[in-house]
């Protein structure tokens, strides 16, 4: 057969609708199905046995709020959960920060030798596994106690700033590039200051993306357990690794109870995340 001919008898895209589809893969919708049902029935038990009346994670005895009772009445577990969201606040705070200013570094000046190097070595967090920074402020971490002999939480927070950045910094850069320079030019023209344009026009058309990144990073710092795990000094437990060392433990629907806050929380801060990011495109 010629080959003009072999290639006339293919079925070219506009006979089977002009452009390629996964959704119209066979099998796909299953296996999308499967991926689903894997992924949330363990969370969706988890939140279902979090009312369990009785002390079994795996027997259901009735429908009861106990276990968020006992929770909330746990004085451990209101430390752990302030001492969270006091960490988890002053990392996102700083990291949106920092993000910010790097953000307008890279976006509002024109391109020179090494940006791409900035680039990468601000989203390095996102390159390392999570294992190897921690250790590795570990190490630092530790050589810096021995000399000042400070064992607070600065450790904690700092650690959760380093690695919130890149989170931060994603929205806000993504935001800051496809905002129309036109205004920025105009207030230039009339004779406007740096600061007063920065101030003025560009930091209030740049608040969606530092709001989703400072959620962002809320939502990451909240949630983080090896970085925690490996700088945390004695007694500054956090919420996910309170959990952890009850774990080990007796396990009880109390677990299942934190975790279920845990979970709505984070449904709320990512929900909003999307709005704000939708709102921006």
């Known amino acids: 057969m010629a080959f003009g001919q072999a290639d006339a008898k293919k079925p070219s895209l506009a006979k089977i609708g002009g452009t390629f589809s996964v959704k119209r893969q066979t099998g796909f919708g299953t296996i999308a199905l499967f991926c689903f049902v894997l992924l949330y029935l363990p969370i969706a038990t988890?939140?279902?046995?979090?009312?369990?009346?009785?002390?079994?994670?795996?027997?259901?005895?009735?429908?009861?709020?106990r276990w968020y009772v006992a929770a909330w009445n746990n004085a451990q577990i209101v430390e752990a959960s302030t001492r969270s969201f006091i960490i988890a606040s002053c990392a996102a705070v700083i990291s949106t920060i920092a993000a910010t200013m790097a953000g307008l570094a890279t976006t509002r000046t024109r391109p020179y030798r090494g940006l791409n190097f900035i680039y990468g070595f601000i989203n390095?967090?996102?390159?390392?596994?999570?294992?190897?920074?921690?250790?590795?402020?570990?190490?630092?971490?530790?050589?810096?106690?021995?000399?000042?002999?400070?064992?607070?939480?600065?450790?904690l927070i700092i650690a959760h700033t380093a690695f919130c950045i890149p989170f931060a910094y994603l929205p806000i850069?993504?935001?800051l590039e496809n905002m129309d320079l036109t205004l920025e030019r105009a207030a230039a023209?009339?004779?406007?200051?740096?600061?007063?344009?920065?101030?003025?026009?560009?930091?209030?058309?740049?608040?969606p993306g530092i709001i989703a990144g400072l959620m962002l990073a809320f939502v990451i710092s909240l949630d983080d357990v090896v970085i925690t795990e490996l700088v945390k000094s004695g007694g500054q437990d956090t919420l996910?690794?309170?959990?952890?060392?009850?774990?080990?433990?007796?396990?009880?629907?109390?677990?299942?109870?934190?975790?279920s806050v845990f979970l709505l929380i984070s449904i709320v801060i990512v929900t909003l995340f999307f709005f704000l990011n939708r709102r921006q495109a």
């Not at 988890?46 to 709020?65: D, K």
């Not at 596994?129 to 939480?153: C, D, H, Q, R, S």
């Not at 023209?189 to 608040?207: E, G, S």
């Not at 959990?243 to 109390?254: A, I, W």
Request: glycine letters at 8%; hydrophobic letters at 50%; zero cysteines.
């Open 173 to 175: 850069r993504a935001r």
């Open 124 to 155: 390095q967090p996102l390159m390392v596994p999570e294992i190897v920074t921690g250790i590795a402020l570990l190490i630092f971490f530790a050589m810096v106690k021995i000399w000042t002999g400070y064992t607070g939480l600065g450790y």
């Open 189 to 207: 023209d009339l004779y406007a200051t740096p600061w007063m344009t920065f101030r003025r026009v560009t930091l209030p058309l740049m608040w």
């Open 46 to 65: 988890l939140v279902v046995y979090s009312f369990n009346a009785g002390p079994s994670i795996a027997v259901w005895e009735g429908f009861s709020w």
């Open 240 to 259: 996910p690794t309170y959990m952890l060392g009850q774990l080990r433990r007796v396990v009880t629907p109390e677990i299942n109870a934190i975790s």
